[in-house]
């Protein structure tokens, strides 16, 4: 049985683009993969504590970046350009990803220099704000979230 067929548990099984798909389809490295998953799913499972993790790794991809430990693949394969941005939309559609979150997500996938991380940072920060002022409530997607800690209901 194909990876994508068998999903672990089952309530996070998506009919869409999954996001390790988007993943390895556009080489993305390690820090700006875990930083468009936590991006990707904050409304469906952990909320606020989500996007802080994507603020957390963004934070770790800049600061990598500023030292030259990580370079955009955008300049070590710059072939993937044009595909990468058409995947990139493709996913975000799926996954019915906000502007905000379309915007993270692209800046972090296909990056060139770190302005373009400054950007997806501050356009998370925008959506813990966003959170922080509009809480919804819980779903039967989202349910299982702890929400004992934040009385925002994130």
Same mark, same amino acid.
Request: charged content about 30%.
């Given at each position: 049985?194909?990876?994508?067929?068998?999903?672990?548990?089952?309530?996070?099984?998506?009919?869409?683009?999954?996001?390790?798909?988007?993943?390895?389809?556009?080489?993305?490295?390690?820090?700006?993969?875990?930083?468009?998953?936590?991006?990707?799913?904050?409304?469906?499972?952990?909320?606020?504590? /989500?996007?802080?993790?994507?603020?957390?790794?963004?934070?770790?991809?800049?600061?990598?970046?500023?030292?030259?430990?990580?370079?955009?693949?955008?300049?070590?394969?710059?072939?993937?350009?044009?595909?990468?941005?058409?995947?990139?939309?493709?996913?975000?559609?799926? !996954? !019915?990803l906000s502007e905000?979150?379309?915007?993270?997500?692209?800046?972090?996938?296909?990056?060139?220099?770190? /302005?373009?991380?400054?950007?997806?940072?501050?356009?998370? !920060?925008?959506?813990?704000?966003?959170?922080?002022?509009?809480?919804?409530?819980?779903? /039967?997607? !989202?349910?299982?979230?702890?929400?004992?800690?934040?009385?925002?209901?994130?």
């Amino acid at each position: 049985m194909p990876a994508n067929d068998e999903r672990v548990p089952k309530h996070y099984r998506s009919d869409g683009y999954i996001h390790w798909d988007l993943i390895i389809e556009t080489h993305t490295e390690y820090l700006a993969a875990n930083a468009t998953k936590y991006i990707s799913r904050w409304r469906k499972k952990n909320g606020l504590q /989500d996007l802080q993790k994507a603020v957390h790794y963004i934070d770790k991809l800049i600061e990598s970046a500023k030292l030259g430990f990580i370079e955009s693949p955008m300049r070590v394969l710059p072939e993937i350009n044009e595909p990468d941005f058409a995947e990139v939309a493709k996913f975000c559609l799926a !996954n !019915n990803l906000s502007e905000r979150e379309q915007i993270a997500v692209t800046e972090l996938i296909l990056w060139r220099n770190t /302005d373009d991380l400054e950007n997806a940072r501050d356009t998370v !920060n925008l959506l813990i704000e966003e959170a922080q002022s509009k809480p919804v409530p819980a779903t /039967d997607s !989202n349910k299982h979230a702890d929400r004992a800690k934040d009385p925002t209901g994130w």
